[in-house]
């Protein structure tokens, strides 16, 4: 997964047979520019800007296969996935 901005002139250099032998995919995302991630990141920090809305459900790690369940069918958002039961010994 290739994700953020690079530089025009940045090149992703890769060993293609290794794509082929593993079958491996090469996928780009969307990522804004650092300049708005850190303008993001300062709205957060001082509280102007709240993002708990966006979470729809809160699950524990345990639940991940509802979790991509829920949002294939559009049903949720943005999940927020906790440490399981079992994992934090409760």
């Given at each position: 997964m290739l994700f953020a901005h690079a530089p025009e002139e940045a090149q992703a250099k890769c060993s293609l047979n290794l794509v082929f032998k593993f079958e491996r995919r090469i996928l780009?995302?969307?990522?804004?520019?650092l300049?708005?991630?850190a303008e993001i990141f300062e709205l957060i920090s001082s509280g102007d800007l709240d993002p708990s809305p966006l979470v729809t459900h809160?699950?524990?790690l345990d639940d991940?296969?509802?979790?991509?369940?829920l949002v294939r069918k559009h049903?949720?958002?943005k999940i927020l996935f906790t440490p399981s039961s079992v994992a934090s010994g409760l």
């Open positions: 780009g995302t969307y990522s804004a520019a300049k708005e991630q809160k699950l524990p991940f296969e509802l979790g991509v369940s049903h949720a958002l």
